[in-house]
């Protein structure tokens, strides 16, 4: 089974290194999630794609109900 996922690059010069006179290059990732709800699915939001970190984190804006509070089966998300 494989998934597409619809990723964007973002790159920027690390503004701290170019004014010591090194160019190094950044690249993000983005990705557009969309949260379950009881009323359904959220608005997407862009989100960044962190390779190296072990854990997610949601803004709690995102949220007014925590999802751990609903159903198992009504909780999740949705990538596109």
Do not use: C
Request: aromatic share 10%; charged share 15%; net charge positive.
């Amino acid at each position: 089974m494989s998934t597409n996922i619809a990723l964007t690059f973002q790159t920027n010069y690390d503004l701290a290194l170019l004014s010591a006179g090194l160019k190094l290059r950044l690249v993000r990732l983005f990705v557009n999630v969309r949260f379950k709800t009881a009323g359904g699915w959220t608005a997407p939001y862009e989100a960044i794609v962190d390779t190296g970190n072990p854990i997610t984190i949601i803004p709690q804006k995102i949220h007014i109900t925590p999802i751990s509070d609903y159903p198992q089966q009504q909780a999740g998300f949705e990538i596109s």
